[in-house]
């Protein structure tokens, strides 16, 4: 690493690092989505627009009651035969799962992961793997992320970074079957694989797109089945959600759902909406019997008290990420956290502090396309600059040099006036800085001619 | 409970303010067959078909499992194979849903849930009558059970964005009205 790498951003440097075959594939995936999204939103709503401003009434309503929903939740959870724990931070929640984990089965038993953000927050898989249990995720791609001791870079599509290849490799070099590049031999390979494992699973765990207080249902939905598998076959489902995630009624849930599943896909609804309302009962001849609720703080309360408490609105959907033009050229790997693009940007430092992840809010051109495509309407570029001058202001961030000099450089009209005749443009394609960049970029040429010049000797 | 305590205490007062009310959804006048009209379409759509009650004599000639109620109707023997093993599940439906061609089925006894889900074919017999122009509709009847509400084969586009139906659950949804 060079000297220069160092005093630069490092969410900078890790983009640099980003190669070809990864922008590509993230690129087309997400123009793909982001149309996707537009076609499905519209083929569900009259007034898109409504139905956002609908969403966000009721998360704000949900942000101003937590205190209430959630004593409504729990109440009503117990009622149903699900088993509520609280977890202050991540270690208390991996605490509370290992705990119900080795009250449940022997170690060295199978455990089925449906997918979930928040199990990758409080990083449980390597935990529970640790104590001694197979833990397997399901869901296709978090499966290869698995086995490729990779990480998931996109919100709900974990291997958009990958490409057929690269998923082809994985497969052969794991025995799963034959070498081939079709989607299709793929994922029936991995069918036949993780079959087994859901059969021979004791523990299903999964995450909660939304917990309804009113009755205590929680909703988790999906495409591939993997999810319900995991939460239906093995005997003990434990599910762990942030104590963000809670819609009041059921009513509410019409709204979200097409919200959801239409942003993140462009799909009218996901394939998979599961209704959970507690364990098997006893005149049911499958299900889990037991069923565990675990409430993750893990910061969000502190969110809830601060100024980035709208935050707390998102419903995962991964919107913000796909019209992103920092995302599409960076990845999410470039933000290294579990959370990434737009809402990463915020929800990472806001979960953990400005001061351990200062440089992230700048991984954003402010451009606004985030805002317009959220669902639940969360001022993301607002809060992008609120962290900027919050991590300048206690000094978790200095202002990098080239901006200091082009401060100093705009704010006097001489400056300005000098510096652009000092530093002609055609010189910052070649600027040391942009190096590592352009690399894999093109760096635009200059267009036209020069305003000034023209404003100056227009008729 | 140490850590709900803690949670608790760090909570924001709740507010006061009255939660926004919805503005109710309109609701389609419809009759039963323009319905399932729109229901057909949208199942297809998503790689789903409409079948009809002659096509279950072949249907259950493979390895299959059949819920109670459908069994009682078509005069079988409830159960059959073991869930891992079967083809073809065969399951009723609280109801269809026709604006986005998705079916409520909720558990109880008779219906397992591993039915509409392990086999690489779901096949769904229900009533005519069960249907309903909207989701709102469904979700104001939704059973106080455990609900899966499907829509469409199971699918994944996980590798490159492409499509592929029957990942993990059925890649086929054949529903037969009666």
Known sequence: MSKQDIALPSVERRARKIDRETIDSVRAATIKAADARVTGLASLFDDVAAARTQAAQVKAYVLDNMAGLLSQLEMKCRLNGVTVHWARDAESARKVIQEICAASAPAGSTIVKAKSMVSEEIHLNEHLIKAGFNVVETDLGEFVVQIDHDTPSHIIAPIIHKNRRQVARSFEREGLGPYTESPEQLASQARRHLRERFKEAKIGISGVNFAIAESGRLVLVENEGNSRLSTTAPDTHIAVMGLEKLLPTEADLPLFLKLLSGSATGQRLTVYTHLISGPRRRDESDGPLSVHLVILDNGRTKILNGPYREILRCIRCGACANVCPVYRQSSGHAYDHVYNGPIGAVLAPALEGVAALPDLAKASSLCGACEEVCPVKIPIPRMLLQLRSEAVRTGALQEALPWAIFTFGATSGFRWRAGLKLLPMSKMASHPLKKGWTEYREMPAKEGRDFRKWWNGRP | ?178
């Open chain 2, 1 to 178: 409970m140490e850590d709900r305590e803690t949670i608790f205490a760090d909570l924001p007062p709740s507010g006061r303010k009255a939660r926004p009310v919805l503005p109710p959804a309109p609701l389609p006048t419809l009759t039963t067959e323009a319905m399932w009209q729109m229901f057909a379409k949208n199942l297809e759509g998503l790689g789903g078909r409409m079948g009809r009650p002659e096509e279950l004599e072949v249907i259950l000639s493979r390895p299959h499992t059949i819920d109670h109620e459908v069994a009682t109707k078509i005069g079988r023997l409830p159960g059959g194979a073991a869930i891992w093993e079967a083809e073809v599940g065969v399951t009723t439906a609280d109801l269809a849903i026709a604006e986005t061609g998705s079916l409520l089925l909720s558990t109880g006894p008779g219906r397992p849930r591993l039915s509409s889900l392990a086999p690489i074919m779901h096949v769904v017999v229900m009533p005519k009558e069960r249907i309903v122009a909207t989701l709102a509709e469904a979700f104001a009847r939704l059973s106080d059970r455990t609900t899966i509400m499907i829509t469409g084969p199971s699918r994944t586009a996980d590798i490159e964005g492409v499509l592929v139906r029957g990942v993990h659950g059925p890649s086929d949804i054949v529903v037969i009205p009666y």
